[in-house]
């Protein structure tokens, strides 16, 4: 879930309750769609602290409709099987000691 403007349309990620591009209070709760496109990619072999257990692991930047984006740890591929414009679906998981974090996996089929 996240945030989008009522008088210009922008989405608001994080969530704010003013506008920050046009000043409008006019803010309602959108769903972010779960199948996106990758717009950028790596695979991370020195990891920050409370990610050690994971790497090596691959990081994307995905983009969904509407602009939004997104980075998260690829599950259940290798970096061989990317590519930019690749759709993937989000998912969230709670494997870290850093807390939650966005997942993402290749969307066989989805559109």
Same mark, same amino acid.
Request: aromatic residues 10%; charged residues 20%.
């Given at each position: ?9 922008? &989405?608001?990620? +994080? ?12 803010? /309602?709760? @959108?769903? &972010? +769609?779960?199948?996106?496109? @990758? #717009? /950028? ?14 790497? +090596?692991?691959?990081?994307?930047? #995905? ?16 970096? %061989?099987? =990317?590519? &930019?414009? =690749? ?6 998981? %709670?494997? /870290?000691? /850093?807390?939650?974090?966005?997942? &993402? ?7």
């Amino acid at each position: 879930m996240t945030a989008k403007c009522g008088k210009c349309n922008r &989405i608001l990620l +994080p969530p704010k309750p003013v506008c920050p591009y046009c000043g409008s209070r006019e803010i /309602s709760w @959108i769903e &972010i +769609p779960r199948v996106g496109r @990758i #717009v /950028s990619y790596t695979e991370i072999h020195v990891p920050p602290r409370g990610f050690e257990k994971l790497a +090596p692991y691959i990081v994307a930047l #995905v983009e969904f409709e509407g602009g939004v984006k997104l980075p998260g740890v690829v599950k259940d591929a290798k970096i %061989s099987d =990317l590519k &930019i414009g =690749l759709n993937v679906l989000l998912d969230f998981s %709670s494997d /870290s000691p /850093s807390g939650y974090f966005f997942t &993402i996996t290749p969307a066989l089929g989805a559109a």
